[in-house]
Nanobody, 122 residues
């Protein structure tokens, strides 16, 4: 019904940058929010950054000042620009969206992408 396609992960050296993208497609009436989560080995999945349809953003504390999330509402796409990456930020990054489907009554869904691996290593 709704799919998320993530891209942009890969290998980067400490201090380097990556830009993740996530495009939502399918029977979408509206998207309330989109965001990026990450999960490292032995760690809980945590919110990295999120953005609402109105443009309000929220960042994990360590990401503030280095990461930037933005959204193209027309394309149902969210981006995460990650600068000055640290080794401890190696993780699988998952796109998440909260939306209402295009149905007669409307159905609220939370959809997860399959994840994209970000490796920060010298």
């Amino acid at each position: 019904q709704v799919q998320l396609v993530e891209s942009g992960g890969g290998l980067v050296q400490p201090g380097g940058s990556l830009r993740l993208s996530c495009a939502a497609s399918g029977s979408i009436f509206s998207i309330n929010a989109m965001g990026w989560y990450r999960q490292a080995p032995g760690r809980e999945r945590e919110l990295v950054a999120s953005i609402t349809s109105g443009g309000s953003t929220n960042y994990e504390d360590s990401a503030k000042g280095r990461f930037t999330i933005c959204r193209d509402n027309a394309k149902n796409t969210v981006y995460l620009q990650m600068n000055s990456l640290k080794p401890e930020e190696k993780a699988v990054y998952y796109c998440n969206t909260k939306l209402i489907t295009r149905t007669t009554s409307g159905t609220y869904l939370e959809v997860w992408g399959r994840g994209t691996l970000v490796t920060v290593s010298s």
